[in-house]
C-alpha cells in the first residue's frame, strides 16, 4: 500500500502516473483478496458458516459416535439440531454444548419418535433435516 501511494507521488514529477497505479491494481489487489480468502478459510470462519443456516435438525442416536460427530457439524454449519438419543447424559451434555435440545427417544418406540419431532416443531417451528442414525452395529 505504501509503495501503491508514494510510487505514482514520485513519478508524477516525470510525468507517469498511470502505470504504477495499474500495476498496483493488477497485482497487489488480487493477491491481499486471495490472502484473506486463504485465511478465512484456514480458520474454518467462511467455509462452514452457512451452508446449513438456520436448518431445523433431528439426529437420533446423537449422543454418541457418528450420530453425535453429525450433529455438531450441522450447529457449526448453523443448523438447530435436536438429539434424540436414548443416553440421557451424554445426549444432555452434546445439546448444551451446540445449542440444541435433547429428547430422551427410543426410535422402536413410535411415540418417541413423535414426542422429537414434535419437539423440533414446538421449538423451531418446523423440520428440514431428519437423520435416522439410531441403531446397534454387529451382525444381522
Ligand atoms: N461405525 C461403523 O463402522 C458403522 C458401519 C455401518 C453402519 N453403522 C451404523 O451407523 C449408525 C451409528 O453408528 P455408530 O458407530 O456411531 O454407533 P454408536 O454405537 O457409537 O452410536 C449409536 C447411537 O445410537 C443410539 N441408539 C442405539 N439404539 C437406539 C435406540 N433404540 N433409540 C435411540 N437411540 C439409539 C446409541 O445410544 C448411540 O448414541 C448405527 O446405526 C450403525 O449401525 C456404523
Redesign the pocket.
Known sequence: MVIAMVMPTLLQQKGCIYLPCIICIFFFLPKTFKFFKDFLSEKNVYVHVTRLMNKVAVV?????????ATAKLMAENGAHVVI????DD??TSLANSINGRFVH????IES?VEAAVQLAITWKGRLDIMYN?????GKL
Not at 442416536?61 to 453425535?68: K, P, S, T, V
Not at 442414525?133 to 452395529?137: F, L, T, V
Open positions: 437420533t442416536g446423537g449422543a454418541r459416535g457418528i450420530g453425535a434424540a438419543d436414548i443416553l451424554l445426549g427417544c427410543d426410535v422402536s418417541d442414525n439410531a441403531g446397534i452395529g
